[in-house]
């Protein structure tokens, strides 16, 4: 619930932010709403990032058995890149750099994004190993 409420992900209940995971699919339950029924992609996306940090980190807490490698992909893929949406983007970035601070030598968080140069705040732009364009394919000529 932590990181859901770092991402400040709509609440669309009037009563306080809840998370459960369903025991019959694993997923999270935001609020009484089944993961499958949330109204976007863009929700389930930063839903889906929460979920991951989360079984991440607390199998570090808790000195369970979980590889400590967590790879995301597209993250920006299902959001606009103004408003609401870019703010988002950036808290995701903002998470994602604190948690791999804390976690630095037990967690690598990768991330895989088309939209990284305006999500990703100054102050966190150091953390970007790589930064591809279209015209930086490895194979010439594709």
Do not use: C, W
């Not at 863009?42 to 807490?61: C, E, F, M, P, Y």
Request: charged letters at 25%; zero cysteines; glycine letters at 8%.
């Amino acid at each position: 619930m932590e990181y859901l409420r770092e991402l400040r992900i709509p609440n669309f209940s009037a009563a306080e932010l809840q998370v459960h995971i369903n025991r019959s699919t694993y997923l999270p339950e935001i609020s009484g709403r089944d993961f499958e029924t949330l109204s976007s992609q863009g929700l389930k996306t930063l839903v889906n990032i929460a979920h991951s940090l989360a079984h991440h980190t607390v199998a570090i807490d808790r000195g369970l058995p979980l590889p400590g490698l967590l790879i995301l992909d597209g993250i920006s893929s299902n959001a606009g890149q103004e408003g609401f949406d870019l703010a988002r983007i950036r808290d995701v970035y903002d998470l994602l750099a604190r948690t791999a601070q804390r976690y630095l030598g037990r967690l690598q968080i990768g991330a895989v994004d088309n939209e990284v140069n305006n999500a990703v705040s100054l102050q966190r732009r150091e953390s970007l190993i790589l930064g591809l364009r279209q015209n930086d394919r490895l194979i010439r000529g594709l």
